[in-house]
């Protein structure tokens, strides 16, 4: 018998369990395997609307995001929660981040309502805002004025990080947001690492496979006040890794943020799950069934059959990747079967149509698509709260996609924290 | 733009191509104009088959001979592009027929065999109850039996293309993303030309042919427009539904809820449900399925199949059929014989229309209308499509030696082999170029790096979406979330792109899936969207996150 089982292991989940935990709460954690967080940059994206700033020409700093994100978008979990709790909560589940992050070595980039979003290369070339980053690519903002050239390094045979798609994409971006970008240039590497980006950086785990590298980048550094690298020098050993190849090169390396498959998100999902059993959080496998007795929520069955009880649950299950959502027949929250609705209001069964649009890159309805909650962050059903005893956290709540506003690690935190806290309290376990 | 053109062909799907390269082959001066990619319209959106269709056979006997026969030449033409696929009939049991319903299907395609000769197929095959539920375990219903009937499927992709290829060899030029806005006429109303504009062009520029010929498919109605018109079709819609992955051991045939029939068909690596046939009168620019003939389909296929439903279904097809016009009948019942109109009768000498037809019998018809147009031009000679072999036809490389020699997975060098034929080598060599030549670009499907740049370099590629069409870029489970990312670096090294060319060029590839994947975004489709959006909204900031309100 737990107080509190949060079902997701993202970061939602995870910020969910540590609060608890650190609340008092006995806490298990109920995993499927890994979803969006493991898909993710390597940047914390709390709050960035980039129609309102540019629709300002101006600088905007993150407080001003957020107060923009609930003004203009009212079922968004930061609107749902209030300008105060968002703010509190995210502060909260950033420290409880970079607490858990320490041991793995990734410490993000602190935390500053009153400053602006940095400006991040990606592996594919774009600036991206960001409000943090994880370590291994802070170090550079592109945007800022930096005296002299950087070094991109391409290293042959990698085809996910094009070196020339990345030094023209961020001489582009910077000047699209008219800045005038930094000296940047190619700087071919001869290291054979036709592999996908995950394989060679569990091979740069490797102290020999390290050394090979090192040799090829020896001296390569010179006359470059810093090199940009792939987002792969190291799954486990990352610090390790890139502290020997700055070594060899002679000048400071910092990765850029990366696409799908991220070895940062790789990273960032491999230190939580350490975190939490740090804690003394249990792990107990994948929810099958859900048991409901009386308005509450009594407990879960998992795959292997076991019966797990509980005082308070946090449903942290994630959107589509993870699978939190769907639509076969219907859209659907896949284990309670909350009714689902956009940032524009219910969503109606006859198919996806109705709330997509017409190309792709536009702003489509459905992927706001999510559960509604309470401001306890309850989940609610037909106007009420569905289970007394239940609490949502990350991108299971609906009213926001994590790309058209950038947000989606603030309300992990801001969400993670606060079902969490109300879970502990609902089972009568925080101290 | 060339000069003094003996026939301009308006389109090109498998009519136009196979025209053009007829009329090369007998020496004339021959420009083709599409106005978007090679294979795009009716020939992109059919089922994919040379079939005599035996479902003609109740009221269009002439099509099923006609087209058998020449499915036989296409297969001799172009073996590398051809695949069998076995068809199968459940007999459902109904009350009072007894085992009068397998008998009858029996007769019936015992009749069809006379065709199936013509087209190399296997004599049908009559199955009891048992020994159709063991080659194909999903079926599910109460049967008396089945039958097996055999078919061929091609790439018609690559059919156009090779067709635009082989003339191209014999002197043709081919324009794709070239639209024809107008016709020249002089007093007379004579046709001497036309007026062309290149998509996203806004200067029109004028050619001058002695004869055109409108090979516009379902279009043809609009293009015979522009010189008074005299021409009728019956456009009807089809829709195919694209699952993942093959599905089932043959196609099997069954009737949707009206009645109608309806199949599932295992094809290429995929596996296709189809098709819909409803009259259509909206824009022949923009179709796309709804979410009604997407249940329709899906309706009718689980009935029999109820294992589908949990399959993932990555998008839906449309074309729409370029059917001549027919009054009183229902969509399935009208004819698909085809029709060459001179338009002299209709006052515009030098204008010829080739409407209707099959792709099954795309050379047959494209040889009858080049007939009509050497007769009219004086041009001396006959149709040789069918002795000459297409580019990578005469002979088929040995798919161990050539993955041995090149190092390259077997599956791979398989596939390539299907798509090029003798000159999978050629294609091959490109990979000796780049350090990650031979690298996987689709893991779905899979293309090689070398196929991609092969594509781009050889094979009247124009936008990156072509490549669709070319090497099966973006069509498979991925939605181009991996595949379109290498293939736009690909083309924007080959082309010499910018960064901001090469993102357009990637959102072209992303519009065009996103018109299949839309109407059936749901199940584990839903979430490969939101990681493509993410991807591409988020970390190349395609474009350029769109503001939203």
Known sequence: MYDVLVIGTGMAGCIAALEARRLGAKVAVASRSWGATALSSGALDIAYTPALSRAHQMPRTLAEHVLDIIAHRRRHPYAVLGVERTIANVEKGFAALAKALAPSELNPRPLDFEAENVSLPSSLGALLPAASALAPHVGLDLVAPVKGTIGVLQLPGLWSFDARRVTAGVRHDAAALGVEATGLEVVPVSYDAAVSAPVLARRLDDLANVDVLARALAGKGKGFVALLAPPVLGLDRHAWVRQRLSVALGAPLVETLAHTPSVPGMRLQRALDRAVRAAGIDGVGDVAAVAIASGKVTGVTTVDQLEINAGAFVLATGRFVAGGVGWGERPKESLFDLPIASEEGPLEADGPDAVLRETPMESHPLMTAGITVNSALAPMREGRVAHANLFAAGMVIGGFASRYVLCADGVAMATGVEAGRNAALAAGAAS | ?549
Request: with cysteine; glycine share 12%; aromatic share 6%.
């Open chain 2, 1 to 549: 733009m060339p000069a003094d053109l003996d026939v301009l062909i308006i389109g090109g799907g498998s009519n136009g191509t196979g025209l053009c390269r007829d009329l090369a082959k007998r020496g004339a001066r021959v420009l083709l104009c599409e106005k978007g990619d090679l294979a795009r319209g009716a020939t992109g959106g059919s089922s994919g088959m040379i079939h005599g269709g035996p479902r003609y056979l109740l009221n269009d006997v002439e099509t099923t001979k006609h087209s058998c026969e020449d499915s036989g030449y296409i297969q001799r033409i172009v073996p590398h592009l051809l695949f069998r696929i076995p068809f199968l009939t459940p007999v459902e049991k109904k009350p009072g027929l007894g085992v009068l319903g397998p008998l009858l299907h029996d007769v019936y395609f015992g009749v069809y065999d006379r065709y199936a000769a013509l087209k190399n197929g296997i004599p049908h095959a009559r199955l009891t109850t048992a020994e159709m539920r063991a080659i194909e375990p999903g079926l599910a219903g109460d049967f008396a039996g089945g039958v097996t009937l055999d078919e061929w499927g091609i790439d018609c992709g690559r059919l156009c293309l090779l067709n635009a290829k082989d003339a191209i060899a014999h002197g043709a030029t081919v324009m794709t993303y070239t639209e024809v806005v107008g016709l020249l006429q002089d007093q007379s109303g004579r046709v001497s030309g036309a007026r062309l504009r290149s998509a996203g062009a806004a200067e029109v520029r004028e050619v001058k042919a002695r004869v055109v010929v409108n090979c516009g498919g379902p279009w043809a109605e609009k293009i015979a427009g522009l010189a008074g018109g005299g021409v009728r079709l019956r456009p009807g819609k089809g829709v195919h539904l694209i699952y993942e992955k093959r599905l089932t051991n043959f196609a099997v045939i069954t009737s949707a809820v009206d009645g109608r029939q309806v199949f599932v068909l295992p094809y290429q690596n995929e596996t296709w449900i189809g098709t819909t046939d409803d009259d259509y009168y909206g824009d022949l620019d923009d179709v796309h399925a709804t979410q009604d003939e997407v249940r329709y389909l899906k309706e009718a296929i689980t009935r029999i199949l109820p294992g589908i439903a949990q399959q993932r279904l990555i998008g839906a097809r449309v074309g729409v059929r370029n059917t001549i016009f027919g009054w009183g009948k229902n969509e399935d019942e009208l004819s698909r014989r085809y029709d060459i109109v001179d338009h002299t009768r209709l006052g515009a000498p030098g204008l010829f229309s080739l409407l209707g037809g099959k792709l099954a019998s795309f050379r047959v018809q494209a040889a009858e209308t080049a007939d009509a147009v050497c007769g009219a031009l004086g041009i001396p000679g006959r149709c040789e499509t069918h002795l000459h072999k297409l580019p990578g036809g005469d002979s088929m490389p040995d798919e161990a030696e050539l993955a041995r020699a090149y190092g390259v997975d077997r599956l791979a060098v398989r596939r390539l082999i299907h798509r090029h034929g003798s000159l999978a080598p050629r294609v091959l060599d490109v990979g000796r170029e780049t350090p990650t030549g031979f690298s996987v670009v689709c893991a779905g499907e899979p293309t090689l790096e070398c196929e991609v740049r092969h594509a781009v370099r050889h094979e009247l590629v124009v936008r990156l979406g072509d490549l669709m069409t070319r090497c099966r870029i973006g069509v498979g489970a991925c939605q181009g979330v991996d595949c379109g990312l290498r293939a736009a670096q690909i083309f924007a090294e080959e082309r010499g792109l910018d960064p901001e060319d090469e993102r357009e060029a990637l959102m072209d590839l992303l519009s065009r899936r996103w018109r299949a994947a839309r109407p059936v975004l749901t199940g584990l489709q839903l979430a490969e969207a939101e990681l493509l959006m993410t991807q591409y909204t988020g970390l190349w900031q395609l474009p350029a996150l769109v503001p939203h309100a």
